[in-house]
């Protein structure tokens, strides 16, 4: 008999999402996303100069504020035809590789290890027996039996207190918690040792960023940093950027094999077909030829075909979401109407609505986007520098690439991209370097505003791929759409009835317990999800906001 | 040599107080935070030991500004069952731990950067200076007409907190004319 599980909302996320699945058998067999609020900020820009598109992008998300504005800047270089120098373009890359290098170690320890990592069993475990488990798995600087010890007391602190704190409401002792108590322990110390580091990787940002914490040193045309083009400035961020490099190779690469060792059968859970990368860090001025991150899309899971991505097949679907009609539109000729009458949520008829987020396809389909889809891509083109780390991944946990599809390949696949970035980025600080010895110190390239023009700004940032598209008319904005990563992972069907990746993936996944869908949990945060809402007011009585409801 | 080891340039970044603004600009009253700063930063001259910050919605990624220094004062948004407009003073012991956990309806949010401070041994003495929005809904760059009235009185609330922790600040000479538009920068 089917029996309906509602998550509303889905925490640890940014934003406001709401997953319902129907469950039979003890298996998912249905599954709806749906985005609870609406991001209307195409509305606010209409009429505006295009110059300061970014300025309000960026305030649309608090985690993703760079690279909304990057890709603002690069919709509008892309409408004015403007070149940018080289100093900027390695700025700009190397700072979007610091919000890869921050933004996927906050997420795996952060917001999705405890999906995976049982914080109470590791109260129980031996701290002697935990320090020699991380000796023998990673390379931590950390480590001993008093570390341990005192890391346990700290969370037994934590848990007396009855302040749970940022461990509030998971499910502890969930059937589906496999790790032993010392992996636990591990895990949750690299929790904390995490914590410092991102408090520190966040400050990458800052050097080259302008203004901390929203960087404001971004322009159409290049970046206005040139003063911070100095031996210290640059010493700083390659010093932290070497710090982060060395956390991600010794500590976070080994947690993630030794933690999905654990969970191999997610290589069979969460699993979906299509993939679809605009990638990123331009090495030349020939895009997207010379991308580090390559464009790409694989169909049906066939990595012998990665095919080129073009932006001019997106098409965005609104039959089964909030707005006005059932027209799919491509970007440039995007609405944003939200749908007049009353936005009822209705998962259950044919053609019901239920979402406020949009349904972007490519060619017709539905695509995921995130690490996943880099790290595939990348490896299906065969270049050395994405399959080396997935080979290596694939032999230590002795798993077929057919594994990769799924949530455990989605979770390998950020780290593993944090892993490739990172040490890319370091070369790309020296070549900095080398230039600016050159006498090259150029950051910006003038250019004329036209009275009518279109662009756009095609991105791959962490939680996937961004576009941005502008049109210009009168100096002014006309139009602009964005076609974020969570809109294409987490959106409803589309008019023609397709699931999104994210309600795809749900399907086939296991339920131990209805009333604790751990196993959901797992699945959708491994997409990073982040819906941007940013209403975020301190409300000291809404003091049981998470539901689940078994109905 | 550790792996991790502790950077010689974060010393010079490290503020004793730091004043937070938080809160999104796109989103009507729940921009107050923001527009506070704005007026702060533009119009008064504070010694280097205070800082004064656009946190915007940064939530947990705001750990590396807020875990550092002694002192926090945030100006915000506060839903505090009053009307629009009232202002609320939230001290250390007052900030419920139930609001320090997560119990906010974005669950990774300020708050919860706030608790992950005790994780890293260092809890900045907190005091929330709020104001009780009408609208945190509507798309808008605008406050509502009661929010916006606080505006100077939260400016002035926030500089007696500075005053109380032993900070003499001066106003600037010429204040720039400051639009209600935080957008409009040229």
């Known amino acids: 008999m089917a029996e309906r599980i509602i998550v509303d909302p889905i925490t640890r996320i940014e934003g406001h999402l709401r997953i319902e699945v129907e469950v039979s058998g003890g298996k998912v067999v249905n599954a709806w996303s749906s985005g609870q609020m609406f991001r209307g900020i195409e509305v606010i820009l209409q009429g505006r100069d295009p110059r300061d598109a970014h300025h309000f992008v960026q305030r649309s998300c608090g985690v993703c504020t760079y690279v909304h504005a990057i890709a603002s800047v690069r919709a509008v270089d892309d409408a004015v035809k403007v070149k940018i120098p080289k100093n900027a373009r390695l700025i700009r890359n190397l700072l979007l590789g610091a919000q890869y290098q921050h933004d996927h170690i906050v997420h795996f320890y952060h917001l999705h290890a405890l999906d995976w990592v049982d914080v109470v069993s590791a109260l129980k475990a031996d701290p002697a027996k935990t320090a020699a488990l991380a000796d023998n798995v990673s390379n931590a600087p950390w480590g001993g039996t008093t570390y341990f010890k005192n890391v346990q007391q700290r969370l037994k602190t934590f848990v007396e207190s009855g302040q749970l704190g940022p461990f509030a409401n998971a499910y502890w002792g969930h059937p589906a918690y496999k790790l032993p108590p010392e992996a636990n322990l591990m895990a949750a110390a690299h929790y904390i040792e995490a914590l410092r580091l991102q408090a520190k990787a966040a400050r990458m940002h800052a050097i080259f960023g302008g203004k901390n914490p929203h960087p404001q040193s971004l322009v159409v045309g290049g970046v206005t940093c040139a003063a911070d083009l100095t031996a210290e400035r640059i010493a700083e961020f390659l010093y932290i950027t070497k710090e982060t490099h060395d956390f991600v190779k010794n500590v976070y690469i080994p947690d993630l094999l030794a933690v999905a060792s654990f969970y191999k059968d997610w290589g069979g859970i969460g699993r979906t077909t299509n993939f679809l990368a605009w990638g990123d860090f331009p090495l030349s001025e020939k895009e997207p030829e010379s991308l580090f991150m390559p464009r790409g899309v694989i169909f049906k899971r066939n990595l012998e075909k990665p095919v080129m991505a073009d932006p001019g097949k997106v098409t965005e679907h609104v039959a089964r979401s909030w707005y006005e009609g059932t027209q799919a539109r491509h970007p440039y000729q995007g609405e944003t109407k939200p749908f007049q009458g009353d936005p009822k949520y209705d998962t259950d008829s044919k053609d019901g609505r239920y979402s406020w987020l949009k349904a972007p396809r490519y060619e017709g389909e539905p695509c995921e986007v995130g690490p996943l889809s880099h790290v595939l891509v990348g490896y299906a083109y065969g270049q050395k520098e994405w399959k080396q780390p997935v080979d290596h991944v694939l032999k230590t946990l002795n798993i077929p690439a057919e594994a990769l599809f799924s949530t455990l390949g989605r979770t390998a696949a950020r780290g593993i991209e944090t892993l490739v970035i990172g040490e890319a980025m370091q070369g790309w600080v020296m070549e900095l370097v080398e230039n600016i010895k050159k006498g090259d110190t150029q950051t910006y390239e003038p250019y004329e505003m036209p009275d009518k023009a279109q662009g756009v700004g095609l991105n791959d940032v962490p939680r996937g791929a961004l576009g941005h598209w502008i049109v210009i008319e009168n100096k002014k904005i006309k139009n602009y759409q964005y076609v974020v990563p969570s809109t294409w992972n987490l959106a409803p069907r589309c008019a023609a009835g397709k699931m999104s990746p994210v309600e795809e993936a749900l399907i086939g996944t296991p339920i131990a317990d209805p009333k604790r869908p751990l196993e959901i949990l797992r699945t959708v945060h491994s997409y990073d999800p982040c819906i941007a809402c940013a209403v975020h007011v301190i409300d000291p009585d809404s003091n049981e906001v998470y539901k689940v409801r078994a109905a | ?186």
Not at chain 2, 17 to 39: A, E, K, P
């Open chain 2, 1 to 186: 040599m550790p792996v991790v080891s502790d950077n010689p340039f974060d010393a010079e970044n490290a503020p004793e107080i730091l004043v937070l603004g938080i809160g999104s600009l796109l989103f009507s009253d729940d921009g107050f935070g923001i527009h506070v700063i704005r007026r702060l930063e533009a119009e008064y001259a504070f010694p280097d030991r205070v800082h004064v910050v656009d946190g915007g919605v940064l939530g947990v990624n705001l750990l590396g500004v807020i875990s550092k220094p002694r002192h926090l004062i945030v100006v915000d948004a506060v839903r505090n069952r009053g009307k629009p407009g009232d202002l609320h003073r939230i001290d250390h012991e007052e900030i419920p731990s139930r609001i320090r956990a997560k119990n906010s309806l974005h669950q990774v949010d300020f708050l919860e950067a706030l608790t992950l401070c005790q994780a890293l041994d260092n809890v900045p003495r907190t005091v929330i200076l709020g104001v009780e929005p009408q609208d945190v809904e509507t798309l808008g760059l605008e406050l509502s007409p009661p929010v916006a009235a606080q505006v100077e009185p939260m400016i002035r609330l926030v500089l007696a907190e500075l005053e109380r922790l032993g900070v003499s600040w001066t106003r600037k000479d010429s204040v720039p004319d400051v639009s209600c538009d935080p957008f409009a920068h040229r």
